[in-house]
Protein backbone atom coordinates (compact mmCIF):
# COMPACT_ATOMS: atom_id res chain seq x y z
CA UNK A 1 0.00 0.00 0.00
CA UNK A 2 1.53 3.17 -1.01
CA UNK A 3 0.78 5.72 1.82
CA UNK A 4 1.20 9.75 0.63
CA UNK A 5 2.25 12.52 2.93
CA UNK A 6 2.26 16.19 2.70
CA UNK A 7 4.15 19.41 2.50
CA UNK A 8 3.84 22.79 1.20
CA UNK A 9 3.66 22.74 -2.37
CA UNK A 10 6.61 25.21 -2.98
CA UNK A 11 8.89 22.86 -1.57
CA UNK A 12 8.47 20.70 -5.28
CA UNK A 13 10.28 23.37 -6.61
CA UNK A 14 13.06 24.18 -4.14
CA UNK A 15 13.53 20.35 -3.75
CA UNK A 16 15.26 20.40 -7.58
CA UNK A 17 17.70 22.86 -6.56
CA UNK A 18 21.16 20.53 -5.47
CA UNK A 19 22.48 22.20 -2.43
CA UNK A 20 26.28 21.47 -1.76
CA UNK A 21 26.17 19.30 1.48
CA UNK A 22 29.72 20.88 3.59
CA UNK A 23 31.23 17.80 5.17
CA UNK A 24 31.58 19.73 7.90
CA UNK A 25 27.70 19.72 8.89
CA UNK A 26 26.78 16.46 8.07
CA UNK A 27 26.74 13.71 10.83
CA UNK A 28 26.27 9.97 9.29
CA UNK A 29 25.08 7.72 11.34
CA UNK A 30 24.96 4.18 10.22
CA UNK A 31 21.49 2.25 11.45
CA UNK A 32 21.13 -0.76 13.65
CA UNK A 33 20.25 -3.43 11.08
CA UNK A 34 19.76 -6.63 13.09
CA UNK A 35 22.13 -9.36 11.78
CA UNK A 36 23.70 -6.78 8.79
CA UNK A 37 25.38 -3.82 10.35
CA UNK A 38 26.69 -5.64 13.19
CA UNK A 39 30.45 -5.81 14.40
CA UNK A 40 32.12 -7.63 11.39
CA UNK A 41 30.21 -5.24 8.82
CA UNK A 42 31.42 -2.22 11.12
CA UNK A 43 35.76 -2.97 11.18
CA UNK A 44 35.49 -4.07 7.27
CA UNK A 45 33.44 -1.42 6.13
CA UNK A 46 35.26 1.30 8.05
CA UNK A 47 38.92 -0.56 6.54
CA UNK A 48 37.64 -0.07 2.76
CA UNK A 49 35.00 3.09 2.95
CA UNK A 50 34.58 6.01 4.56
CA UNK A 51 32.57 8.63 5.38
CA UNK A 52 30.17 7.23 8.44
CA UNK A 53 30.82 9.39 11.41
CA UNK A 54 29.05 6.87 14.18
CA UNK A 55 27.14 3.73 14.51
CA UNK A 56 24.28 2.97 16.69
CA UNK A 57 24.39 -1.30 17.44
CA UNK A 58 21.96 -3.43 16.28
CA UNK A 59 19.41 -3.95 19.76
CA UNK A 60 20.69 -5.45 22.65
CA UNK A 61 17.53 -7.11 24.48
CA UNK A 62 17.51 -6.70 28.34
CA UNK A 63 17.71 -9.89 30.61
CA UNK A 64 15.98 -11.25 33.97
CA UNK A 65 18.30 -10.96 36.79
CA UNK A 66 21.29 -8.73 37.60
CA UNK A 67 23.99 -11.13 35.62
CA UNK A 68 24.58 -10.53 31.93
CA UNK A 69 25.67 -13.20 29.82
CA UNK A 70 29.32 -12.22 27.90
CA UNK A 71 28.36 -13.61 24.36
CA UNK A 72 25.33 -10.92 24.54
CA UNK A 73 27.76 -8.03 24.58
CA UNK A 74 30.24 -9.27 22.57
CA UNK A 75 29.16 -7.17 19.48
CA UNK A 76 29.50 -3.78 20.84
CA UNK A 77 33.18 -4.34 22.93
CA UNK A 78 35.02 -1.68 22.69
CA UNK A 79 38.30 -3.58 22.03
CA UNK A 80 36.29 -4.83 18.50
CA UNK A 81 34.77 -1.60 17.72
CA UNK A 82 38.10 0.78 17.46
CA UNK A 83 37.11 2.26 14.11
CA UNK A 84 33.86 3.71 13.95
CA UNK A 85 32.28 5.58 17.35
CA UNK A 86 29.70 3.04 18.69
CA UNK A 87 26.43 3.74 20.67
CA UNK A 88 25.02 0.50 22.18
CA UNK A 89 20.99 0.19 21.73
CA UNK A 90 18.75 -1.30 23.88
CA UNK A 91 15.37 -2.96 23.74
CA UNK A 92 13.23 -3.77 26.42
CA UNK A 93 10.11 -2.77 28.34
CA UNK A 94 11.20 -3.53 32.32
CA UNK A 95 13.00 -0.14 33.77
CA UNK A 96 15.14 -2.39 36.58
CA UNK A 97 16.31 -4.55 33.51
CA UNK A 98 17.20 -1.58 31.79
CA UNK A 99 19.12 -0.30 34.49
CA UNK A 100 20.97 -3.11 34.94
CA UNK A 101 21.96 -2.99 31.06
CA UNK A 102 22.78 0.53 31.26
CA UNK A 103 24.55 0.26 33.75
CA UNK A 104 27.20 -2.53 31.95
CA UNK A 105 27.02 0.02 29.26
CA UNK A 106 28.46 2.03 30.98
CA UNK A 107 30.99 -0.68 33.35
CA UNK A 108 32.26 -0.83 29.81
CA UNK A 109 32.94 2.78 29.17
CA UNK A 110 30.06 4.12 27.06
CA UNK A 111 28.89 6.86 28.07
CA UNK A 112 25.88 7.62 24.94
CA UNK A 113 23.23 4.64 24.87
CA UNK A 114 20.11 4.43 22.80
CA UNK A 115 16.93 2.99 23.42
CA UNK A 116 15.38 1.12 20.57
CA UNK A 117 11.36 2.19 21.37
CA UNK A 118 10.95 1.70 16.91
CA UNK A 119 11.35 -1.56 16.10
CA UNK A 120 8.10 -2.40 13.85
CA UNK A 121 8.47 -6.62 13.69
CA UNK A 122 5.11 -7.45 15.15
CA UNK A 123 6.96 -9.98 17.97
CA UNK A 124 8.55 -7.32 19.11
CA UNK A 125 5.34 -4.78 19.23
CA UNK A 126 3.18 -7.66 21.35
CA UNK A 127 5.34 -8.22 23.48
CA UNK A 128 5.41 -4.74 24.67
CA UNK A 129 8.74 -3.49 23.26
CA UNK A 130 10.09 -1.72 20.13
CA UNK A 131 7.32 0.62 18.83
CA UNK A 132 5.06 -1.45 21.11
CA UNK A 133 6.23 0.75 24.11
CA UNK A 134 4.71 4.23 22.28
CA UNK A 135 1.04 3.71 23.14
CA UNK A 136 2.15 2.92 26.95
CA UNK A 137 2.86 6.49 28.40
CA UNK A 138 3.16 5.51 32.18
CA UNK A 139 5.39 2.26 31.17
CA UNK A 140 7.17 4.48 28.85
CA UNK A 141 7.82 7.29 31.08
CA UNK A 142 9.28 4.75 33.76
CA UNK A 143 11.99 3.49 31.09
CA UNK A 144 12.79 7.50 30.41
CA UNK A 145 13.51 7.83 34.05
CA UNK A 146 15.60 5.35 34.24
CA UNK A 147 17.30 5.92 31.18
CA UNK A 148 17.85 9.90 32.03
CA UNK A 149 19.01 8.67 35.75
CA UNK A 150 21.40 5.68 34.64
CA UNK A 151 22.96 7.67 31.78
CA UNK A 152 23.06 11.13 32.22
CA UNK A 153 23.37 13.50 29.28
CA UNK A 154 23.63 10.40 27.16
CA UNK A 155 20.43 8.62 27.08
CA UNK A 156 18.73 9.37 23.12
CA UNK A 157 15.58 7.24 21.61
CA UNK A 158 15.06 5.82 18.47
CA UNK A 159 11.26 6.04 17.57
CA UNK A 160 8.73 5.53 14.44
CA UNK A 161 5.59 8.01 14.21
CA UNK A 162 3.33 5.18 15.95
CA UNK A 163 1.84 1.70 15.54
CA UNK A 164 -1.35 1.94 12.81
CA UNK A 165 -1.26 5.80 12.28
CA UNK A 166 1.59 8.38 12.04
CA UNK A 167 0.25 11.04 15.27
CA UNK A 168 1.10 9.09 18.20
CA UNK A 169 4.42 10.60 18.33
CA UNK A 170 3.08 14.12 18.06
CA UNK A 171 0.75 12.90 21.18
CA UNK A 172 4.08 12.07 22.95
CA UNK A 173 6.34 14.57 22.61
CA UNK A 174 4.96 16.51 25.55
CA UNK A 175 6.63 13.70 27.60
CA UNK A 176 9.57 13.55 25.87
CA UNK A 177 10.04 17.01 25.92
CA UNK A 178 10.18 16.70 30.05
CA UNK A 179 13.72 14.45 29.86
CA UNK A 180 17.12 15.32 29.00
CA UNK A 181 17.26 13.21 25.65
CA UNK A 182 20.77 13.44 24.21
CA UNK A 183 18.57 13.15 20.87
CA UNK A 184 15.45 11.53 19.24
CA UNK A 185 16.12 9.71 16.10
CA UNK A 186 13.26 9.43 13.95
CA UNK A 187 12.03 6.70 11.31
CA UNK A 188 8.64 8.78 9.80
CA UNK A 189 6.77 5.59 9.34
CA UNK A 190 4.44 3.33 11.56
CA UNK A 191 4.95 -0.09 12.48
CA UNK A 192 2.33 -1.46 10.69
CA UNK A 193 3.92 -0.24 7.41
CA UNK A 194 7.13 -1.77 8.43
CA UNK A 195 9.86 -0.55 5.44
CA UNK A 196 6.79 -0.02 2.82
CA UNK A 197 5.30 2.84 1.44
CA UNK A 198 5.97 6.36 1.79
CA UNK A 199 7.36 8.47 4.69
CA UNK A 200 5.05 10.65 6.49
CA UNK A 201 6.83 13.37 5.82
CA UNK A 202 4.30 16.55 6.98
CA UNK A 203 3.81 14.19 10.06
CA UNK A 204 7.37 14.06 10.65
CA UNK A 205 8.20 18.09 10.32
CA UNK A 206 4.97 18.66 12.95
CA UNK A 207 6.99 15.77 15.59
CA UNK A 208 10.19 18.21 14.76
CA UNK A 209 8.72 21.41 15.54
CA UNK A 210 6.99 19.99 18.59
CA UNK A 211 10.39 18.52 19.79
CA UNK A 212 12.58 20.34 22.36
CA UNK A 213 15.74 17.88 21.25
CA UNK A 214 18.15 17.57 18.65
CA UNK A 215 16.47 15.27 15.71
CA UNK A 216 17.95 12.60 14.21
CA UNK A 217 16.42 11.97 10.43
CA UNK A 218 16.28 8.23 9.42
CA UNK A 219 14.06 6.47 6.19
CA UNK A 220 15.05 5.81 2.67
CA UNK A 221 18.25 7.47 2.05
CA UNK A 222 19.34 5.96 -0.86
CA UNK A 223 20.64 8.61 -2.90
CA UNK A 224 22.71 12.49 -2.49
CA UNK A 225 19.50 14.10 -3.93
CA UNK A 226 17.24 12.88 -0.93
CA UNK A 227 19.42 14.50 1.82
CA UNK A 228 19.13 17.28 -0.60
CA UNK A 229 15.60 17.28 -0.60
CA UNK A 230 14.91 17.04 3.15
CA UNK A 231 17.41 19.68 4.03
CA UNK A 232 15.35 21.76 1.72
CA UNK A 233 12.44 20.74 3.69
CA UNK A 234 14.06 20.99 7.31
CA UNK A 235 17.36 23.26 6.96
CA UNK A 236 17.48 22.66 10.84
CA UNK A 237 18.39 18.86 10.15
CA UNK A 238 22.46 18.11 10.23
CA UNK A 239 22.04 14.02 11.88
CA UNK A 240 20.86 11.12 9.40
CA UNK A 241 21.02 8.08 10.00
CA UNK A 242 21.49 5.55 6.97
CA UNK A 243 20.98 1.48 6.97
CA UNK A 244 20.02 0.15 4.04
CA UNK A 245 21.28 2.51 2.15
CA UNK A 246 24.53 2.10 2.78
CA UNK A 247 23.77 -1.54 2.07
CA UNK A 248 23.18 -1.21 -0.76
CA UNK A 249 25.49 1.74 -1.92
CA UNK A 250 28.50 1.95 0.46
CA UNK A 251 30.33 4.69 -1.54
CA UNK A 252 27.35 6.75 -0.65
CA UNK A 253 28.47 8.31 2.61
CA UNK A 254 31.68 9.62 0.65
CA UNK A 255 29.39 10.83 -2.19
CA UNK A 256 27.57 13.43 0.47
CA UNK A 257 30.62 14.60 1.71
CA UNK A 258 31.39 15.27 -2.21
CA UNK A 259 33.31 12.53 -3.65
CA UNK A 260 32.30 12.63 -7.01
CA UNK A 261 34.77 10.09 -8.81
CA UNK A 262 33.55 6.95 -10.28
CA UNK A 263 32.09 4.24 -7.93
CA UNK A 264 35.61 1.41 -8.19
CA UNK A 265 33.88 -1.43 -8.01
CA UNK A 266 37.17 -3.10 -6.93
CA UNK A 267 36.43 -1.66 -3.44
CA UNK A 268 33.07 -3.37 -3.22
CA UNK A 269 34.93 -6.51 -4.46
CA UNK A 270 37.28 -6.35 -1.30
CA UNK A 271 34.86 -5.36 1.15
CA UNK A 272 32.86 -8.63 0.20
CA UNK A 273 35.85 -10.64 0.17
CA UNK A 274 36.91 -9.58 3.33
CA UNK A 275 32.82 -9.76 4.87
CA UNK A 276 33.01 -13.40 3.51
CA UNK A 277 36.38 -14.41 4.90
CA UNK A 278 35.18 -12.89 8.77
CA UNK A 279 32.06 -14.84 8.52
CA UNK A 280 33.70 -18.03 7.61
CA UNK A 281 35.52 -17.41 11.00
CA UNK A 282 32.77 -16.83 12.88
CA UNK A 283 29.72 -18.45 12.03
CA UNK A 284 29.29 -21.83 12.30
CA UNK A 285 28.28 -23.83 9.33
CA UNK A 286 27.90 -22.85 5.26
CA UNK A 287 24.08 -22.09 6.10
CA UNK A 288 24.38 -19.11 8.16
CA UNK A 289 26.97 -17.95 6.32
CA UNK A 290 25.09 -17.75 2.79
CA UNK A 291 21.75 -16.51 4.72
CA UNK A 292 24.02 -13.68 5.91
CA UNK A 293 25.29 -12.70 2.55
CA UNK A 294 22.22 -13.28 0.68
CA UNK A 295 20.66 -10.72 2.99
CA UNK A 296 23.65 -8.69 2.16
CA UNK A 297 23.04 -9.21 -1.91
CA UNK A 298 19.66 -8.24 -1.07
CA UNK A 299 20.52 -4.55 -1.07
CA UNK A 300 23.34 -4.53 -3.31
CA UNK A 301 22.37 -7.02 -6.35
CA UNK A 302 20.15 -4.44 -7.78
CA UNK A 303 23.00 -2.26 -8.42
CA UNK A 304 24.96 -4.90 -10.42
CA UNK A 305 21.89 -6.68 -12.10
CA UNK A 306 18.94 -5.13 -14.10
CA UNK A 307 17.00 -8.18 -14.23
CA UNK A 308 17.23 -10.06 -10.86
CA UNK A 309 19.50 -12.47 -12.07
CA UNK A 310 22.31 -11.79 -9.74
CA UNK A 311 20.46 -12.03 -6.69
CA UNK A 312 18.28 -15.16 -7.79
CA UNK A 313 21.90 -16.94 -8.24
CA UNK A 314 22.88 -16.18 -5.44
CA UNK A 315 19.82 -17.58 -3.56
CA UNK A 316 20.32 -20.71 -5.04
CA UNK A 317 23.80 -21.17 -4.09
CA UNK A 318 23.72 -23.85 -1.11
CA UNK A 319 27.69 -23.92 -0.80
CA UNK A 320 29.89 -20.79 -0.34
CA UNK A 321 32.15 -22.60 -3.46
CA UNK A 322 28.87 -21.88 -5.32
CA UNK A 323 28.46 -18.45 -4.02
CA UNK A 324 31.73 -17.10 -4.57
CA UNK A 325 31.54 -18.43 -8.13
CA UNK A 326 28.52 -16.70 -8.66
CA UNK A 327 29.79 -13.06 -7.29
CA UNK A 328 33.20 -13.91 -8.99
CA UNK A 329 31.95 -14.07 -12.17
CA UNK A 330 29.50 -10.66 -11.58
CA UNK A 331 32.42 -9.12 -10.79
CA UNK A 332 34.58 -10.06 -13.34
CA UNK A 333 32.49 -8.80 -15.98
CA UNK A 334 32.89 -5.24 -14.69
CA UNK A 335 29.39 -4.74 -14.11
CA UNK A 336 27.75 -1.13 -14.88
CA UNK A 337 26.56 0.50 -11.51
CA UNK A 338 22.87 1.21 -11.85
CA UNK A 339 21.92 4.10 -9.68
CA UNK A 340 19.33 3.34 -6.80
CA UNK A 341 15.77 4.92 -7.13
CA UNK A 342 15.22 7.58 -4.93
CA UNK A 343 14.02 7.15 -1.62
CA UNK A 344 12.16 10.88 -0.70
CA UNK A 345 9.49 11.48 -3.80
CA UNK A 346 9.98 13.91 -5.51
CA UNK A 347 6.16 14.23 -6.30
CA UNK A 348 3.33 12.55 -4.94
CA UNK A 349 2.59 14.66 -2.58
CA UNK A 350 5.83 14.69 -0.32
CA UNK A 351 7.36 17.71 -2.49
Not at 10 to 25: G, I, K, N, R, Y
Not at 31 to 36: I, K, Q, T, Y
Not at 146 to 174: E, H, N, W, Y
Request: hydrophobic letters at 40%.
Amino acid sequence: MRLACSLPCCLSVLAMQPLPLPADELDICLAPLRGVTGCAFREQFSRHFSGISRAVSPFISTVKGTRIKAALLDDIRPEKNARIPLIPQVIGKDPDELAVMLATFREMGFHHADLNVGCPWPMVVRRGRGAGLLPDSDRLRRMLDVGCAVMPGGFSIKTRLGLTTPDLLAQRMTLFNEYPLREMTIHPRTARQMYEGYVHLAEFAACLRLSRHRVVYNGDLRTVQDIQRLRVAFPQIKHWMIGRGIIADPFLPERLRGDQRPRDLARLRALMDDLLSVACEELHGEKPVLGRFKEYWSYLAPRLSRDGMLLRRIHLCHRIDEYRRVVNACFDASPEWIEAPHGIPEKDGCF
